[in-house]
């Protein structure tokens, strides 16, 4: 089946540090790879998203790239903010027809930026 | 956005009583997807829909039942709540187009179980 490991947090760092997740991932076919950011109270939002090796998906200054031979897709942002004070998912979805759209996500990392 | 919202955000109820929330979307997408969020454990999903009255079992569905009857409801019942039920639930939605299949989630109902 698929399954997502990342990095177990709390993760906690200071205004402007550089920021890395890792996520790794096993998956039964091709799948599309996520990360989504959850703001307290709040329902988790797409962050950014890709689709196939090598792609990079970025948003709001973050990044990850699709690594198919190390099947992982790290999280890494040059500079953070106190706003990014939130919980990262890592997510994959496999895009077979019988899948029904479902995504298989990862325990979720709590990131404390300090000002 | 994708129209979501969830009904009630919060709800106080007793052991043993029934409790249904409602995830109603505006879009008239076909899948949609109820998942419970708890400390430790990420999301778990527990069951989901491809389409009006077609509903499947997630992963932990025990406890719970579904229905769809229209294209933009998706209901969860607790048929008889136990405190173990307490969490946070979302409702998500995915466009089911070819390709990506993200999700979009609703605010999400904070339920506690006496």
Known sequence: GNSVTQMEGPVTLSEEAFLTINCTYTATGY???????????????????????????????????????TTSFH???????????AVYFCALSDRSNTNAGKSTFGDGTTL???? | ?????????????????????????????RYMYWYRQDPGHGLRLIHYSYGVKDT???????????????TEDFLLTLESA???QTSVYFCAISKGTSGSNEQFFGPGTRL???
């Open chain 2, 82 to 84: 136990t405190s173990s």
């Open chain 2, 112 to 114: 506690t179980v006496l």
């Open chain 1, 75 to 85: 999280l890494e942002k040059g500079s953070v903010q106190v706003s990014d004070s």
């Open chain 2, 56 to 70: 499947d079992k997630g992963e932990v569905s025990d406890g719970y039942s579904v229905s769809r009857s229209k």
């Open chain 1, 31 to 69: 799948p599309s790879l996520f990360w989504y950011v959850q703001y307290p109270g709040e329902g988790l939002q797409l962050l950014l998203k890709a689709t196939k090796a090598d792609d990079k998906g970025s948003n709001k200054g973050f990044e990850a790239t699709y690594r198919k031979e």
């Open chain 2, 1 to 29: 956005d994708a129209g979501i919202t969830q009904s009630p955000r919060h709800k106080v109820t007793e052991t043993g009583t029934p409790v249904t929330l409602r995830c109603h979307q505006t879009e008239n997408h």
């Open chain 1, 112 to 115: 404390t930026v300090k000002p």
